[in-house]
């Protein structure tokens, strides 16, 4: 199970990015999706989150300006930012909460898993 994110950059305060972030592998299903940031010299945060049936949760900070959208088929979760603000910047992380997946053994039986997974993380600077 891998996930692969992308859409990182370089920004003006006000301006928009968009976070796309694909999972791949023999996966059966995922329960909630999300993204997460660390800025320099702090904590991972959460930024938002949807489950496997699409309800949102966002943080304070992010709230109104953020948007975060799956696609259950497709196994992608993405996150459109607007209105950014220098303290947006980080760099953000997608995660995937228990993914369920499938194997084959060597006798060619099939062996579910599950795992959570995380993208490789994109930098996301916004300008003064």
């Known amino acids: 199970v891998q996930l692969q994110a992308s859409g990182g950059g370089l920004v003006q305060a006000g301006g928009s990015l968009r976070l796309p972030c694909v999972a791949s592998g023999r996966i059966l299903s995922i329960d909630n999706m999300g993204w997460y940031r660390q800025a320099l010299g702090k904590q991972r945060e959460l930024v938002a989150l949807?489950?496997?049936?699409?309800?949102?949760t966002y943080a304070d900070s992010v709230s109104g300006r953020f948007t975060i959208s799956r696609d259950n088929a497709k196994k992608t979760v993405d996150l459109q930012m607007n209105s950014l603000k220098p303290e947006d910047t980080g760099v953000y992380y997608c995660h995937a909460d228990r993914v369920t997946y499938y194997t084959m053994t060597p006798t060619s039986e099939y062996v579910m898993g599950a795992t959570d997974a995380w993208g490789q993380g994109t930098q996301v600077t916004v300008s003064s």
């Open positions: 949807v489950t496997s049936g699409g309800s949102p």
